[in-house]
């Protein structure tokens, strides 16, 4: 396969052949969306991106849609996509690789000088890429939407989410912006730079906050999701929670210390509660005070081990050297080579 201008080959293998007609011209926007069993949406959403590209760059454009290992028709809508308009590019992973590694290798590919990042599900509105570039043309590099409102969303999600921006915000040694996704604007310098950064567990609003540059916000009021059902379980949410808080913060690792110190402290306590007790007359077995001591500690010396065996999980994998993706097949609708396998 012919490599793209902006491809970083290191971070992933690729297993199917590109036209080299898509190469003669870089398009003014790149749009990225990865998709995950969104049957019911990409028709509808392909329309509505595809005007919202139009209206700002004619037809200088592509959509890139990434499927994720998707298990309904997908990958089958895609194809029909790519086949259909020369602007659509059908990206086929090999297996679900999850939603910030679907977006990484969307981004591997990428060839526009500006490139949108967006999920399928329309509750991210595609005609504020215009709004987007009118910013990106006063000069910033990155520009992110701030979730002004969440249509739809439980109050659990909207809570926790809260909990968690404003935790990682606490700690984090990034400033990273709160109640944002990965729905942004990035120029081409910034899209390399992120290409360029090797990290297996991805937290990409976390990775391009670290980038810097000259970076602003869009308030926008997310919409319900257009068909179907949310990909992102509490699981998942859980795991991209850990990746942004270890990936972004040694503080954790400081509980351990911390730790020490209040032992210290409540050492001290029991001995001059000991003395007192010695000298006035009072010894009386202690056994409540012991257990209260023994599992205080005991219980805060396995979350100390459960923190730095997440660190140490993220080192092991990313010392592994792992490819982050496998890609079987790129169709366009110039060419739809078969994958080598």
Partial sequence: MAKRPGA???????????????????????????????????????????????????????????????????????????RGDPGIVGVNLARNHGHQLAVTAGMSIVRGDWILIIDADLQDPPEMLADMMKLGADGFEVIY???????????????????????????????????VGDFRLLSRRIANRLNAMPEQDRFIRGMVAWLGGRQTEILYDRDPRYAGETKYTLAKMVRLALAGLTGFSTAPLNLAIILAFVGIAVGLAVVVYILIGYFFGHTTPGWSSLALITVFFGVGQFFCIAIMGAYLGRTYMQVKGRPLYLIDEIVTAESQEPHDG
């Fill in 145 to 179: 939407a701030r979730r002004r409102a969440r249509a739809d969303e439980t109050a659990f999600k909207v809570a926790t989410a809260k909990v968690f921006y404003r935790l990682l915000g606490s700690i984090s040694e990034v400033s990273i912006p709160q109640d």
């Fill in 8 to 82: 970083t080959e290191s971070l992933g293998v690729r297993a199917s052949k590109q036209s080299v007609a898509r190469l003669a011209k870089p398009p003014k926007v790149s749009v990225v969306v990865p998709c995950y069993n969104e049957q019911e949406t990409l028709a509808a959403f392909a329309d509505r991106m595809t005007a919202a590209c139009r209206a700002v760059a004619g037809a200088s454009y592509e959509i890139i849609f990434v499927n994720d290992g998707s298990r309904d028709r997908t990958w089958n809508i895609i194809e029909a996509l790519s």
